[in-house]
């Protein structure tokens, strides 16, 4: 079945759409997260390294609750939003069918983000390796400046642009059936937020020193 969402995206919408399984879909949501985090984890386990002893056991719960609890809350915020956007503005070609089927289908859309996940969990690791960690908290914000600007990431996140345009092919059909439109319907509805979140990475890439 998940074989179909890659190699024939159209036939597994069509089916997906007549019993949506909404279950299935935020597992995707929740493997994505869970990559997002792992990466997070990373990162936060160098930058805790910091803190002194005392009081540092304290900032590393806290630091990793915010920084792995939000990486996978934002996963599932992500997914509510891009849904919405796209039941939203599906009503512009007289888009029929309920949110809870946009909100499935486009959840299965996000399968690109496992791959994505995995690619940035390995160029984490590889910055991390040739970056020296951190030896007080004054060296902490010059440190995360290092790492999320080092080659590695930065390749990581162009190449991440071609993950999110995978996700917009397979949102283009998710909309189709959840919406019943046509091919071309879904790709101009998903086409205005996923064009806004990659001008954004670009626009960080870019302007960012």
Partial sequence: MILDLITNP???FREEAES???LGAAGIILGAGVLSAITSY???SRIVSAFPAEGGQAVAILAYAFGIGGALVAQFVIWFVFAIL???IS???DGEGKFTKTLALTGWGFLPSIFGGLLGIGAMYFALQ???APTSPEAIQAYSVAVTQSSTLRLASAVGIVFTLWSAFLWAFAVKHARNLSFR???YTVAI???INIALAVFGQVFTP
Avoid: S
Wanted: net charge neutral; charged share 10%.
């Fill in 20 to 22: 949506p399984r909404l």
């Fill in 91 to 93: 009503i512009v070609f």
């Fill in 10 to 12: 159209d036939a597994f």
């Fill in 42 to 44: 990373l990162l936060l």
């Fill in 193 to 195: 937020p996923v064009g």
């Fill in 86 to 88: 796209f039941h939203v």
């Fill in 185 to 187: 319907q879904g790709l």
């Fill in 130 to 132: 040739g970056i020296p």
